[in-house]
Structures are given as structure tokens and as C-alpha cells.
Antibody, heavy 120, light 107 residues
């Protein structure tokens, strides 16, 4: 059974960089699939942030592209998100998920999500 | 960027009734890249339908998806108590977007 678990600080100061990691178990990232980050502000809808392949190939949401970096560490079977210059608008539950076999697509396995609050 | 619009915003129905949810895209979407999710409060979204009409593993057959091009539909044939939730459609073209969601609540 594929399982994903997000981890990282729950509180980030404005203008700083948000950093999260997603640990994957039950499946080796090196075997394929795209892996993605999605966020959901409190009481609002879902927003795709970006997706990465085990080779490092990435797709980013154009509206966030200038601030987002997604990376993968196959040796640790995990992938990470960095979002720079955060503001209160970046406060959200951040989910990691598995999405797409050879190309980015739907997300079939999700982490439980982690709330990140941007506040001084 | 492809914008997805979902209607209605809220659907108030009783258990046993049929639910029909719409997802309309601002430009044509390949059916291979259209998915539907269910989300309950405090939980991560759950994949229901992928490829516009294929049920994900473990999804009951009362859930069905259809459509092509710019118009897609999720149908729940007979609502069970556990089906009252928010439903999102998602597309992946050159990038991915989600619709704003349809809340199905108890009438």
C-alpha cells in the first residue's frame, strides 16, 4: 500500500521560505510516476503547485513558478517543496500525492496534509 | 491556463436521490486527463474517477463519469449517507487546475 507523509514547520514568517518534505513508503519513487504538491487554503478549494518525476523533470503551476522549487531524493524515497517569499496568502493545508505514470495526471494516493501558517 | 467551472455550487439532496454534477472547461480537455475527487471535512481528497469515466480502485459503481471536450459530468446514481461531501474535478493539460468544487449536502 502506497503511503505518503508530509513533514515540516507548521509556522513560517512572512518573506521567508516554506520547506516541506514528503516521505513515500510502499513504493519506490525510482520505479516511476510523477509526484506532486497540492495546497488548500482554509475553507477554500484545491490548488496544484507542481509535480516531479524521479528523473527530476518538473511541471509547475505558472502562477507560482517563480517561487517554487520541487526536488526529489530517490535514495531517501522522498520529495520536497520549497516556496519562497511567502505571505499570508500561502497559508494552507499542503498535500503531497502520487500523480501520473509517464506524464503528470490524476492523483491516486495522497498524504494526510499538513497545515502551514504564515505569520510573524 | 484551462479554467474549470463546476455547477451547481451546492446541491441539496436526500439519501437515495440521484446527483448530477457538472464540470465545464474553458477549452478542450483530453478525456485521459480529467479526474474527479471527493473530499470530506478534515480529510485529504479521494480519487473517484480518472480518464473522465474510469472508476478508481474500490469506488462503488453508483459513481460514474462521462463527457468529453469541454463538458464533463459526475453522476451518483443513488446517494448514500457517506456521499455527502465536496466534489472537485481536475484536468492536466500543460499544467493542472482544479474546479472550485460542488458541495453535496443533505436536504
Amino acid at each position: 500500500q502506497v503511503q505518503l507523509q508530509e513533514s515540516g514547520p507548521g509556522l513560517v514568517k512572512p518573506s521567508e521560505t516554506l520547506s516541506l518534505t514528503c516521505a513515500v513508503s510502499g513504493y519506490s519513487i525510482s520505479n516511476g510516476y510523477y509526484w506532486g504538491w497540492i495546497r488548500q487554503p482554509p475553507g477554500k478549494g484545491l490548488e496544484w503547485i507542481g509535480s516531479i518525476y524521479h528523473s527530476g523533470s518538473t511541471y509547475y503551476n505558472p502562477s507560482l513558478k517563480s517561487r517554487v522549487t520541487i526536488s526529489v531524493d530517490t535514495s531517501k524515497n522522498q520529495f520536497s517543496l520549497k516556496l519562497s517569499s511567502v505571505t499570508a496568502a500561502d497559508t494552507a493545508v499542503y498535500y503531497c500525492a502520487r500523480g501520473g505514470w509517464l506524464v503528470p495526471n490524476y492523483f491516486d494516493y495522497w498524504g494526510q496534509g499538513t497545515l502551514v501558517t504564515v505569520s510573524s | 491556463e484551462i479554467v474549470l467551472t463546476q455547477s451547481p455550487g451546492t446541491l441539496s439532496l436526500s439519501p437515495g436521490e440521484r446527483a448530477t454534477l457538472s464540470c465545464r472547461a474553458s477549452q478542450s480537455v483530453s478525456s485521459s486527463y480529467l479526474a474527479w475527487y471527493q473530499q470530506k471535512p478534515g480529510q485529504a481528497p479521494r480519487l473517484l474517477i480518472y480518464g473522465a469515466s474510469s472508476r478508481a480502485t474500490g469506488i462503488p459503481d453508483r459513481f460514474s463519469g462521462s463527457g468529453s471536450g469541454t463538458d464533463f459530468t459526475l453522476t451518483i446514481s443513488r446517494l448514500e449517507p457517506e456521499d455527502f461531501a465536496v466534489y472537485y474535478c481536475q484536468q492536466f493539460g500543460s499544467s493542472s487546475t482544479f474546479g472550485p468544487g460542488t458541495k453535496v449536502d443533505i436536504k
